[in-house]
């Protein structure tokens, strides 16, 4: 199993780009189903979970290149309905194929996701949407068969924005019989990207960043060609990087308005932080002011991906700080490892109490989920002396070469294979 090897202590200094955002390539590869032409996707990272969506792809019969950044997918010649189980225990998103797949097929069938590190992960949404829209559903034996229905536009209400719901919905009501609304839509910038690729394609989509989406169906869609936007998680996590080591970075390839409610914070930490055209420019302090309180909040409140990056810059505040996460219910595991590198969290169910220190130590730590081990790594840059991360598997589901990128702003971090 690889490992990171970090020295810490550096100041981080310099200029880093983004790539393409993960959580918007994977909802656009599974809507590149809904037309039978090819389309070209853009700035898409090289990761882990991109192969296994592409492994998607292929097994349904698309045909699929990709040449640096970009993913050439031709659906032309769809051969089954069945999105195989191999994938979507790998990857929990592949529900994500579930919508496309009826849209495209008139029925999908898909192995139940289950839940992952961060909780349960239900998915009664995407099957209730999908079923207001008319698609005959039948769970047994751990699978869910969409039956050939008739898809009917309809007025859906989410008790929750559930991003994924939002997305399977949205992808679903393009093969539907009139007009659908989505209310209480996730307002996630992934969602908005999502229906721009869609009206690339020909379609209609509107309202994606407002709480009501509305889409007309059956448009004819063909094949489009499109630039994944930018991930504001790794842009925030880079911006975390250098918050914690007192740094001094330029962040490039990053759509402002998308990490405002980062910056919002890193601003209460001290940091100076300055726009400019599609960079952000940081300059953090040595030690960071504590923050009150953080709550985790569906787009645009505070992200929970940015949770556990957030609870590492923290610890080493000049005071106390509070962190509540009301999105996933297990998202506090790096809580003890950091503990490991003498933090000092209290955690009471959803609330982590903060209680800053004036120095990490370097420790032997363990990854637990993808942006815990990121979380993690930021600890490390920050630590005196050597900070080992096991289980690097998580962290490449998210972060292309993470140890490059933050050795090119100053970071002393090894990747090593056992
Ligand atoms: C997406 C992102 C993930 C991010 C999350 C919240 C992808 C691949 N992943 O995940 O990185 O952390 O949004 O911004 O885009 N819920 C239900 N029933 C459902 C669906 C969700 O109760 O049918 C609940 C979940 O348990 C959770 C909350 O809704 O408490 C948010 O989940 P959701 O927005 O669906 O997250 P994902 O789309 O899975």
Known sequence: MAKYIITGGN???GSIRVPGAKNSVLPILAAALLTDEQSVIRDCPNLVDIEKAVGILRAVGCKVKIEGGTIIVDPSNITTHIIPDEYVKEIRSSIIFLGAMVARAGKARVTYPGGCEIGQRPINL??????????????????????????TGADIHLDYPSVGATENIIMAA???HGYTIIRNAAKEPEIT????????????VAGAGTSTIMVEGRRPLRGADHTIIPDRIVAGTYLGAAAITGGEIMVENVVFDHVQPIIAKLRETGAVIRASGSAVHIKSKDRPFPVYKTTTLPHPGFPTDMQAPLVSILTVARGTSVV?????ENRFKHVPELMRMGADIRIDGKTAVIQGV???RGAEVLSWDLRGGAALVLAGLRAEGQT??????HIERGYERLEHSLRSIGAQIDKVED
């Open 126 to 151: 995407h099957l209730k949407g999908l079923e207001d829209l008319g698609v005959n559903i039948e769970e047994s034996y751990g699978y869910i068969e969409c039956k050939e229905s008739k898809l």
């Open 388 to 393: 080992v991360i096991d289980d690097l598997h």
């Open 11 to 13: 100041r981080l200094e």
């Open 358 to 360: 004036e120095k990490l």
């Open 324 to 328: 509540v996460e009301t999105i996933f």
């Open 174 to 176: 393009t093969a539907a």
């Open 193 to 204: 990207d999502l229906q721009d690729f869609i009206n690339a394609m020909g379609g209609c």
